[in-house]
DNA sequence: CGCTATGTTGATCCATATCAATAAGTGTGG
DNA sequence: CCACACTTATTGATATGGATCAACATAGCG
């Protein structure tokens, strides 16, 4: 381990959901082996396939989670502070399934899965928040793939727009958290075919205009979207 | 609740990973309000958005997990013994994200949630069981995620069927464990498109009759299908 | 101010869905 | 044991959503 962490990030940490409830000495351990990072955007933390050895933790920034195989990529999530990612790794000492890079310049701490494992066993306030953490991960991956089973690419994109209008506090209007390229990936479409769905969508209200959306008859468009919270409430 | 469970279940249940390592006195209050329950084929366990009261484990017999939206319905997953399903609904008291049905007749634990969380609370072994299963669910549904977003549908199969060959002792000849119409909404594709492409494995030595599967030259159906432990080992 | 990556648009192609007809099981009751 | 209904599987014909290829536009960025 190159260094500890700085006392100062401390609080930081302390105060995530995560590590809230658990025993000051506990809390200690934890952090005499890790430490906090700043990256610059594009670069890779995580190649899938490698051995977990950290607990990631994005406290600024953001990550983009990545798969490929067979010359092909795609994008499976996104991870926006406060959140862990690969967690399940950790916890089955078993391969990264994904890849991760930065997508801004990012914070992120970095904890020995080693540990984590080891002070799951003694605190029961960081395994509770470790397995909610984890069941809430779960989750999310079963409603992105009903998303991808049961909806064709333009109801997807109508319910992420939704969403991301949620997100913005019901705004009529927002930017887009990603790239057109990239967000085309994760909707599991290619770039032309995201390019002629915002044109698709223009009869249910929505306006396109490089990355600002503007919705301007939500009820139209949900009209057509038909969200359901078992597929698109991103919280429970 | 209708009855406690009868105590000469108690061993099997007792034998599963999860309840191994426990305590004894958390094990009796856990099996408290428990019960096991045989149900015939074909009968819904569960309807996804319905409060998630028990945990279930399945004991003999298989269960499928499908969800539905919009008039549209697809299979998720297929449960066989002895795992639990719904792990996650019942840690985070939220909704069932998915419909569950036995497919043959079944035996099946029903342990309610509540105590589920409260034990987790007082029993580490528990507690590690608990989050090494539910991480296993979730790595399961992310390679399921990577199968769906980087695959075509003939190599879906393809390296479906290497992985059922793989769990029939690597023989050379195999039945299917589920019906093709199943197969197909599992796979993400029509009944019509599986038929087409067990066809079209046939160059690569697939022999299909009826529910009988054999793949005379795996060395050539694994050239085409590209598996990777990253999508296709369904252990770790 | 070009250079390079990203986004758009059009033309075409292809994988897969849909529709339709037939065949093959599967179970039921007579 | 057979006739019947009913579900599932196959096969062919066709339609279509989405991918691919190509050209161009645009926008960051050094």
Known sequence: MLIGMPESDYPDIRGLHLFADMADDQFATLMRGSYVQTFPPQINLIVEGDPSDFLHIILTGSVVLSSSWNGRETTMATVRPISTFIL????????????????????????????????????????????????QCYRSVVKSQKDLKLRTSLERLANYLLRQRQKHDDAVAFELQLEKRRLASFLGMTPENLSRAFKGLQPYGVEVNGNHIRISDCDDLEKFAKPTPLIDDFRS
């Open 88 to 135: 399940a790794a950790t916890i089955k000492d078993a391969p990264y399934l994904m890849s991760a890079k930065t997508l801004e310049k990012s914070r992120i701490a970095l904890i020995p899965s080693q540990d984590v494992r080891s002070v799951f066993d003694t605190d029961h306030n960081f395994a509770r928040a470790i397995v909610t953490e984890l069941a």
